[in-house]
């Protein structure tokens, strides 16, 4: 089928799920931008409605059950015919089987299958069959992709796809598969290219940055990638994820000195007590996790750490819990992402037999919950009085006369938009201000410089 039926469809994505997901949806609205499509506001509004879905927890996997039946109630599209599309994850899971479940949809194609979505779209339109397109072997992130980016001034760098590390809780190493580095140059020339194209920060992409290049070289070489990326001239360097397992010494050395990586650190801990994360198979210790902490507080001070935390896992006692508050307390964490362990099949956690009462995990996750706002709070304070470069983001959603924008620490930084300014000339920019708010989730103060 010529892909000359997609000209001028409007289409939507939604994406669920990780960064790696929002760059997949980057890459398959590049695709459909190619072929002539135009953005639609809502899925209402769209003759292509296409899900990325997540199914790393199960509440991940109803809202796409949700969504996919409220557009049965929208209203017929401009084009007469809407085809749903329904990529990511759970289509990798599910393939075909999807369709069982869900009669509006018409098209699923799985995480190594994006390049031909718009194959599969326009065939939708021309045939009442589903298209399904679930392929089981790794393709390599293709740079030659057209790719849509939401910002022009950040954007988000994959330099690996996959995972090898199975921790017993996790779905992701199915649907994703194994580890598979980008070569050096290609990520290199990638980042070259948006710095041509005025991108001022990036954020390489991997669920674990860490073992960059093991595949390709027998053994990590991600802080020669961070030295690498940092000659290209780019303001700021982001990454995520990084596996403790796998933060090298020479990791720590390159971000202290390279000088665009930022001062920030994810490192995904999940819990404090060395026999859940035996159980979890994360293959280090409470006391390998602080040793970490340690060494890169030494080399970094005043690094913004966060993480990610599951309550709940199966057979976590109240003293797990407890070494995971303290753990968290310890570590002064900046902000983290909470989750209530979540059973998944096919994983080896959801054989473990558990009798935890909801309501005990729920207790549990709101007593780490304030933890997490203690130690964000306290975090925060030591910015009061200082002046920080703000990349600004745009207007505050919640507020329009305020703009909003990102401290190297990753803190939100709120300033009052200036008298008879405009707030889209500040997008983009980065611009000091002096901070004299220190809240929870963000800080606030005033512009103390031109913006560059
Ligand atoms: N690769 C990343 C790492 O190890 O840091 C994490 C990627 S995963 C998509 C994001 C987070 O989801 C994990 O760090 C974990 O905290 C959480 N998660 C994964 N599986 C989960 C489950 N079955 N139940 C609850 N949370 C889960
Ligand atoms: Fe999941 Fe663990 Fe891989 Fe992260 S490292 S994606 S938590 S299996
Ligand atoms: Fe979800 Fe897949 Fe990411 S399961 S968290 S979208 S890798």
Known sequence: MSLSVLQGKTY????????????????????LDSCGCLPAASPDDADIVVFMTC????KADTRLYGQCSSLKSAPEPPGGKRVVAVGGCIAQRDGAGLL????NVNVVFGTHSIAHVAELIADAFASDDPQVRCEEVEESAATDMPWHRETAYHAWVPIMTGCNNFCSYCIVPYVRGREKSRPFDEVVDEVRGLVRAGVREVTLLGQNVNSYGRDLFGAP?????????????VERIRFTSSHPKDLLPETIDAMAEVPAVMPQLHLAVQSGSSRILKAMN??????????LVEAVRAKIPGIALSTDIIVGFPGETEEDFLETLTLAREVGYAQAFTFIYSRRAGTPAAEIPDDTPRAVIQDRFDRLVNVIQDTA??????????????LMEGPSKHDPSILQGK???NQTVHTPIPAGA?????????VDVKVDVARTWYLAGTIAGEAR
């Not at 069982?100 to 009669?103: A, F, G, M, P, R």
Request: aromatic share 10%; charged share 25%; hydrophobic share 35%.
């Open 282 to 291: 994360r293959k280090y210790t409470r006391e390998d996790y602080l040793a």
């Open 422 to 430: 405009d707030a889209a000339a500040f997008t983009g920019k980065i």
């Open 221 to 233: 070489r991600f802080a020669e990638l961070l030295r690498r990326v940092g000659d290209t001239g």
């Open 377 to 390: 709070f306290a975090f925060n304070q030591h910015e009061l009085g200082c002046t920080v470069p703000v």
């Open 55 to 58: 199914c790393v927890r199960e």
């Open 407 to 409: 401290s190297p620490k």
């Open 100 to 103: 069982t479940n869900l009669d």
């Open 12 to 31: 939507f994505v939604r994406t669920f799920g990780c960064q790696m997901n929002m760059h997949d949806a980057e890459r398959v609205s590049g695709l």
